[in-house]
């Protein structure tokens, strides 16, 4: 294949990734290896059409081996243990939430989804405790 396929097969690989596609970012290393494969050609780098291929694999398998995890967990996976901050906080319940009921709070200037988790009703105004974090939800008892 000439540098230039290699090039654009590179390219075709990185912007599925980036605007099509979530593949964890296997397809952004298949692109960079791809890129690196027409650089080397390029350059000068002779290799019949099967080298080319292997040469393209092995630099994918390098790439995804040393990278990819420590990449991904660098972009993607900052929310890890976010819900840990939240436990044993103090939320202002705007309204009343009866045992079991669901309703807003205010913490840290935003609005949140709170579940009332313990068995007294909390009153509109007053402070509930977070003891627990379900996605987006606060789950709360009664201060």
Known sequence: MTWWAWMILGAVLLGAELFAVDAQFYLVFLGVSAAVVGLATLFGLQLPEWGQWLSFAIVSLIFFATFRKALYVKIRGGGEGYEQRYVGQV????????????????YRGSDWNVQNVGELPIAAGSHAKVVEVDGLTLKVEAE
């Open 91 to 106: 939320v202002k319940v705007d309204e009343e939430i009866a045992s079991g009921g669901r309703g807003r709070a205010q």
